[in-house]
Nanobody, 127 residues
Framework: QVQLVESGGGLVQAGGSLRLSCAASGRTFSSYAMGWFRQAPGKEREFVAAIGWGGANTRYADSVEGRFTISRDNAKNTVFLQMNSVKPEDTAVYSC????????????????????WGQGTQVTVSS
């Protein structure tokens, strides 16, 4: 079992930056691919970014490519999402997720492949 707790959300002006963190419990964190997803009011949950278990492979949604960066610190059981040049359309609840399969070479972009989820953190971008 893995428990995930997000932090770092808040209110930021358009063009600004925000760094989200996701702290994980469990000794097998380093074997899990990790992902960030978001859900805006009235919209479906969508993929944002993912990182492989070793940190070498990353994937991004087209809408955030070049602005957001996902990274991980396996020694601290934490995954990060650095959000730069944010836009009002980035406003959503951001959730991190862990892929329980373990050692997946290329991290998944599909939510159904992730087994563990955090509660989410609200990010609001003002124009």
């Amino acid at each position: 079992q893995v428990q995930l707790v997000e932090s770092g959300g808040g209110l930021v002006q358009a063009g600004g930056s925000l760094r989200l963190s996701c702290a994980a419990s469990g000794r097998t964190f380093s074997s899990y691919a990790m992902g960030w997803f978001r859900q805006a009011p009235g919209k479906e949950r969508e993929f944002v970014a993912a990182i492989g278990w070793g940190g070498a492979n990353t994937r991004y949604a087209d809408s955030v490519e070049g602005r957001f960066t996902i990274s991980r610190d396996n020694a601290k059981n934490t995954v990060f999402l650095q959000m730069n040049s944010v836009k009002p359309e980035d406003t959503a609840v951001y959730s991190c997720a862990a892929d329980g399969q373990g050692y997946r070479i290329m991290p998944a972009t599909t939510a159904r492949l992730y087994d563990y989820w955090g509660q989410g953190t609200q990010v609001t971008v003002s124009s």
